[in-house]
């Protein structure tokens, strides 16, 4: 039998008093109840025996919040969804515009090789009319072979009186150098060509070749359809103007009126006049001899930028060859750099200091073809036009030619 050790007093009547209070703590004590088994919580209570009992209290267990968890995880998984719909929908344009370039890009090597086989049968009856024409001894006969001749005529009589007739020399070869086919209207197809032409070699007196040989000249001719077969466009080929560039230049009397040519544009600088943009160009005149060409360019023309005349030489000047499509013209990838053809009208104007100034009354076209061929700048595309098919079909090869 186990006796505990517990004090009592005992009173009178049997009455058992608690014990006395326990006396003062030591420091050692007092620090051994900051020990974790003293930082308990306790209760002491007396039971019925006057016997104490200490119980102990459970902390309760705090109560975890779903709300805030479920929140969290449902804006990340939005915020995934997100992602993954970005980058799906990224993924598939991507993969949309893959193809449409590669589809791009065969419907261009189409339409390529069915306008190579349609010149393949119509170069040769070209090549036969440009013969025929430089075999004319007169411009008069020549013009039968012309575009449109009863009313070209009229400026081939006015050309010819201070210009010379091409002629090609006796033994010497017209080859074709390069072709392309210009689809402004299906019923009104325009073959571009090159033509080399390689003098005959010359000879001393001896009958011995020359150290010195004439180069090999490149000369264009545009071909157009008419009823009996092609006929050359003769604007485009002599670059017809209405008026002598160098009597007009230099604003010579009865030689300044306002005058429609075919030049070459070419931009200076840009700046503001009157807090409005203005384009500076200068305009050639189309020379073998490009020392003489550049020499003979107007003083530079002021156009402003917001004017139907100034969009549409921006538009020209900012060609280049690389935007080139089947069915454009090609022949002015071959031009100086930096340089675009142009058919303008020029007039002279005074101003109210008395000065004169060379002003752009219009902007015809952005080449050298006869009038009726002027393309569409891109500012006046009709919208209709949006929704048409771009590509003009190549026509049918012309029977008897």
Request: charged share 35%.
């Amino acid at each position: 039998m186990v006796q505990r050790n517990v004090t009592t007093r005992r009173r009178s009547e049997g009455r058992i008093d608690s014990a006395a209070p326990p006396e003062v703590a030591s420091v050692k004590e007092v620090r051994s109840e900051g020990s974790p088994e003293a930082a308990r919580p306790t209760d002491e209570v007396v039971s019925d025996d006057g016997r104490k009992k200490v119980v102990r209290r459970r902390k309760k267990r705090k109560k975890v919040r779903l709300g805030p968890l479920l929140f969290l995880g449902g804006w990340a998984t939005l915020v995934m969804g997100v992602v993954l719909l970005v980058n799906y929908l990224g993924n598939k344009d991507q993969a949309e515009a893959e193809n449409l370039r590669q589809e791009e890009a065969e419907r261009k090597a189409a339409l390529q090789a069915e306008m190579e086989a349609y010149l393949r049968t119509e170069l040769p009856a070209c090549r036969a009319v440009v013969l025929k024409y430089l075999a004319e001894p007169t411009w008069a006969r020549r013009a039968q072979f012309v575009r449109n001749s009863s009313e070209v005529a009229p400026k081939m009589g006015r050309h010819y009186v201070r210009n010379r007739l091409w002629r090609l020399a006796e033994g010497s070869k017209l080859t074709v150098s390069a072709a392309n086919l210009v689809l402004y209207e299906k019923d009104n197809p325009i073959v571009e060509v090159l033509f080399r032409v390689e003098l005959p070699p010359v000879e001393d007196d001896d009958g011995n070749l020359t150290p010195e040989q004439p180069e090999a000249e490149l000369r264009e001719v545009v071909f157009m359809r008419e009823a009996n077969g092609w006929a050359i466009d003769w604007e485009a080929l002599v670059r017809y103007s209405s008026n002598s560039w160098q009597l007009f230049r230099g604003d010579v009397e009865g030689n300044n009126v306002p005058s429609e040519f075919r030049l070459f544009a070419k931009r200076t600088t840009g700046r503001f006049e009157g807090g409005e943009p203005v384009l500076v160009v200068k305009f050639f005149e189309p020379r073998d001899d490009r020392v003489e060409m550049w020499r003979q360019g107007s003083p530079g023309v002021v156009v402003a930028l917001d004017s139907e005349q100034g969009r549409r030489l921006r538009e020209i000047l900012e060609r280049e060859p690389e935007d080139w499509e089947p069915g454009q013209p090609r022949l002015w990838h071959g031009d100086p750099e930096g340089l675009r053809r142009v058919r303008v009208r020029l007039a002279w104007e005074r101003t109210a200091d008395d000065r004169r100034l060379l002003q752009v009354r219009e902007v015809l076209a952005g080449n050298w073809l006869m009038p009726g061929h002027e393309e569409e700048f891109r500012q006046e595309m009709p919208a209709e036009w949006e929704e048409q098919e771009k590509d003009q079909p190549v026509p049918e090869s012309p029977e008897g030619i």
